[in-house]
């Protein structure tokens, strides 16, 4: 057992101490020192610093960034390695202790996360943004040796869960999900005898607002939790109102004071848990929570009795605390012109990868310097979108769906160039017009402020998952790499992709200057035939293989055909697993209609779930 377990047990016999997260997404523009960008990059061996400046990085002065390393009282720069000569200390010292999160403590409070190697890039993003928000009083737990090892490496401030869990991706809802989360509950009963307030976030999630002075202005609050509520309670930054929420209390941002009530909370919690492995540990905190609803503590605060009568809670704001519902789909804080606080990639299709794919699209994911300038260069285009799909009509699952067909043939042509250019395509926006759950529903949620039509994550429509799994070569043929949408706006885009770049305007063959050929019109734009084949397109873009980025202005009748039938075959087998379903007509069962990336193959091709159960399977 970890040490940090041990901390539960000894809490027990001894006495409790009760002391008293589209405006705000571009980070990391400033020029920083190369030291931080090597401690969040480099390999997980220890590597001499270098003077050398970056643009990409973004970091607080150094001397903003600190934190005392357990056993010592010099305080050290989060991000800082240790030296290269020095020898990894002895995992007993990375124990869990009152010391280490004292060491760690600002004005009494504690952030902390944990998890296992999968998640290291959720958790170095984590870091990052805080750190960048000049915020240090933070804890990661690992749940493995491996991340352990690499954090302490890189100079994140770290403790040993002492889990011994698998160092892979272990999917939502699986037995070690399960496991994750009782873990999770465990480390809550561990740290809060020690008397500090905590901070408990997911990996899943970022912080782009330091949130501490807004959690300081309810010093009352036993806990203050997220939730997944998709109904605006109120339009400013006050607490959600408490008695409009219905949704579940979200566990993935929440925050405990060490007191009475919250203490027997979390020991209720943890027992519940515990006695039971079925329980999903959100469910488990919510049944507890809301054995008791109100009354209100006060009339200005927003909290209220919960759990047991005694212990104060209170709702975070769903517009500014927000979920993957009030952030990407509602876009809840832009219309409220408020600045969001957090933001947790709930509600969304695409497991792991979709996760990261949408904090990709949102520009708040911190990637290595590779991704930004990938071998054999981008490839991109300019959507084509008749107005009248766009906004004209009813907005219904016929006007849905002829507007996401029309994108997704464009889309089809974009993949199947970059795959004879191997180049990674750069995703276009995809515009939705009926939102995605995993349930019946009218097209969108009755009292959101979803907008119609609206720019929708592209796991409401792609199985990103799939997009970026490694499929089998020999049956699908070659790997054709993708970036968010807003990857050629990043920040982080280095200048050399930047000044690299062709423009390919699509002309009729036969008119002024439009034949298959390299020689430009102009610098920088080449004019290219429309349905050209697969060797026009191999024997004129040879030419321009060391260019970065290649836009087309247009991929409406951009693609012809493959000249090797066996390629298109493997091909058409990828693209009809690219795409999912949507999800759902209300009075039908099974109500999901799935995608097809060929409907234009299918007359009369129409939107409907399955009538039987041999139906009812994507259309492979």
Not at 115 to 138: E, P, R, Y
Not at 584 to 608: F, L, Q, R, S
């Amino acid at each position: 057992m970890g040490g940090w377990r041990n901390a539960v047990q000894e809490a027990a016999a001894s006495k409790p101490l009760f002391l008293t997260i589209y405006t705000t997404i571009i980070v990391g523009i400033v020029a920083t020192s190369f030291y931080v960008f090597s401690a969040i990059y480099s390999p997980s061996a220890p590597t001499s610093t270098q003077s050398i400046s970056t643009s990409w990085l973004s970091s607080p002065p150094l001397s903003q960034n600190k934190a005392s390393q357990p056993g010592s009282n010099q305080l050290k720069t989060i991000w800082e390695a240790p030296p290269s000569n020095s020898k990894m200390p002895p995992l007993e010292s990375f124990k869990l202790t009152k010391e280490l999160v004292g060491e760690r403590a600002k004005d009494n409070v504690i952030i902390v996360t944990f998890g296992n190697f999968a998640f290291m890039d959720f958790i170095l993003t984590w870091v990052k943004h805080l750190t960048d928000l000049d915020v240090s009083n933070l804890l990661v737990g690992a749940m493995d040796t491996k991340l352990l090892e690499a954090l302490y490496w890189k100079g994140v401030p770290v403790f040993d869960m002492g889990s011994h869990m698998s160092t892979i991706d272990v999917g939502w809802g699986s037995p070690t999900f399960h496991k994750m989360g009782r873990e999770k509950v465990l480390l809550i009963n561990a740290i809060l005898p020690f008397g500090y307030e905590l901070l408990m976030c997911d990996t899943d999630m970022v912080w782009l607002k330091d949130p501490l002075p807004y959690l300081a202005q309810y010093p009352d609050a036993d806990i203050l939790t997220s939730s997944d509520q998709v109904v605006p309670t109120v339009v400013d930054d006050r607490l959600a109102d408490w008695k409009q929420v219905g949704a579940a209390y979200n566990i993935g941002i929440f925050h405990w004071r060490p007191t009475e009530p919250a203490i027997k909370l979390a020991k209720e919690w943890k027992d519940m848990l515990l006695a039971d492995d079925k329980i999903w540990d959100q469910n488990g905190f919510n049944e507890l929570a809301r054995k008791q609803t109100g009354p209100a503590v006060d009339d200005d605060s927003g909290l209220f009795y919960a759990f047991d009568g005694t212990l104060k809670l209170g709702i975070l704001p769903e517009s500014i605390f927000c979920s993957g519902h009030t952030y990407f789909v509602q876009a809840m804080y832009e219309q409220l012109r408020l600045e969001p606080y957090a933001l947790h990639t709930t509600f969304q299709y695409g497991g792991t990868e979709g996760k990261r794919h949408r904090l990709r699209e949102a520009m708040v994911f911190y990637d290595p310097p590779e991704y930004y300038d990938a071998p054999g260069g981008f490839l991109s285009f300019k959507p084509s979108i008749p107005k009248s799909l766009l906004l004209d009509g009813e907005h219904n699952l016929e006007s849905h769906f002829s507007l996401i067909n029309y994108q997704m043939k464009q889309i089809r042509s974009a993949l199947a160039i970059a795959s004879l250019l191997n180049r990674t395509l750069v995703m276009p926006p995809l515009w939705c017009r009926l939102d995605r759950l995993w349930f019946s529903h009218p097209g969108v949620l009755e009292g959101s402020m979803t907008r119609q039509p609206f720019l929708c994550p592209l796991d409401h429509v792609f199985e990103v998952n799939v997009m970026l799994k490694d499929l089998p070569e020999e049956e699908f043929g070659p790997e054709i790499n993708i970036r968010e949408y807003s990857f050629l706006n990043n920040p982080l885009l280095p200048q050399q992709v930047k000044e690299s770049w062709l423009d390919v305007q699509l002309c009729q063959e036969g008119t002024e200057d439009c034949h298959a050929s390299s020689n430009t019109s102009r610098p920088g734009l080449l004019r290219f035939p429309k349905n050209s084949t697969e060797e026009m397109f191999k024997t004129v873009f040879s030419s321009f293989k060391d260019v970065k980025v290649i836009q087309f202005s247009s991929m409406q009748g951009a693609f012809y055909s493959f000249t090797d039938k066996t390629r298109e075959g493997k091909f058409r087998n990828r693209m009809k697993r690219y795409v999912g379903i949507w999800c759902c007509v209300e009075n039908h069962t099974p109500g999901h209609i799935y995608y097809d990336m060929y409907w234009d193959e299918k007359p009369g091709w129409k939107p409907a779930p399955p009538q039987t159960p041999e139906e009812d399977h994507p259309p492979f």
